[in-house]
Every structure is written in C-alpha cells, then in structure tokens.
Nanobody
C-alpha cells in the first residue's frame, strides 16, 4: 500500500505561480495530477511515466504547467505558472505501482487527499 501526501496548494492571484508536491511512501511507477472544481467532475491535468521521459498535459494547461518527478525522493511535482481563476480546484495526486506509462484509460491505484488551489482575479 502506497500513501500519497500533497502539499503546496494555496491562494494566489491570477498570473501567479504555485508548485505542488506529492510525496509517496513507497516506489511508484506512472503518476499523475488530477483536479476537481466545485460542481464538476475530476479531470486529468497531467501524467508522467516512471522514467519521466513521457508526459501528457491537458490542453487547458499546456505551456503553463510542468509535471516532473524525483524518483530518489519518491516525489511528484507540478509547477503551475500563469495561473488563471479557472485553475481553481482541489488538486489530487495519483499513482500506480504496476503501470510504467499511463494512458487516458489508466485507473490509478493510489490517490492523495487533495490540496486546494484558489486563484483570485
């Protein structure tokens, strides 16, 4: 069983930046960030392969967000720049310990509790 703990959320003005972190209690392979805004479904933001060589971004965050990982620290990151009010959501870290490269159909086995990101105008 792997536990995921997110940190780094908060309140930021539009145009600002935040860096989310997700610390895993054990080794994980494919990892991802999802987000859920009030009244909406949870959507994929980005995912990254075990090696870090393959990444995917939702169209809404391309060019603004960067997903990365440090396997020596079992930690996933999401650098968020040029934040917009529509980025406001609870951000969740997800991971799997059997899949090396995620796809749109991946059902991640482990989930964090989420961290709130609020972007003000």
């Amino acid at each position: 069983q792997v536990q995921l703990i997110e940190s780094g959320g908060g309140l930021v003005q539009a145009g600002g930046s935040l860096r989310l972190s997700c610390a895993a209690s054990g080794r994980t392979y494919a990892m991802a960030w999802f987000r859920q805004a009030p009244g909406k479904e949870r959507d994929i933001v980005a995912h990254i392969s075990w090696s870090g060589g393959t990444t995917f971004y939702a169209d809404s965050v391309k060019g603004r967000f960067t997903i990365s990982r440090d396997n020596a620290k079992n930690t996933l990151y999401l650098q968020m720049n040029s934040l917009k009010p529509e980025d406001t959501a609870v951000y969740y870290c997800a991971a799997d310990d059997t899949i090396l490269v995620a796809s749109s159909r991946t059902k991640f086995r482990y989930w964090g509790q989420g961290t709130q990101v609020t972007v003000s105008t």
